[in-house]
């Protein structure tokens, strides 16, 4: 996949699972390229949510979001 396509579908996942309200993302640059970035700030804040949340991620990129 082109590198700019990689930058347009990670904002894209991003701004989808943002409006789900199931999660919030954010996004950066690193070396140049569009990357998602997820906070785990919080000390309740287990494994499950982590796992949750790379699941909407993914359901999200394959066009099979929530």
Same mark, same amino acid.
């Given at each position: 996949m082109p590198e700019t396509k990689t930058?347009?579908?990670n904002s894209k %996942?991003? @701004?989808q699972?943002? @409006?789900s !309200?199931? /999660?919030y993302l954010t996004q950066t640059k690193l070396? !140049?390229?569009t990357v %998602?970035? %997820?906070g785990l700030g919080n000390v309740l804040t =287990? @494994?499950?949510h982590l796992a949750d949340a790379w699941d909407l991620i993914q359901? =999200? /990129?394959s066009g099979r979001g929530d």
């Open positions: 930058d347009s579908l %996942i991003v @701004e699972v943002n @409006e !309200g199931k /999660a070396r !140049g390229h %998602i970035r %997820i =287990t @494994e499950r359901k =999200t /990129a």
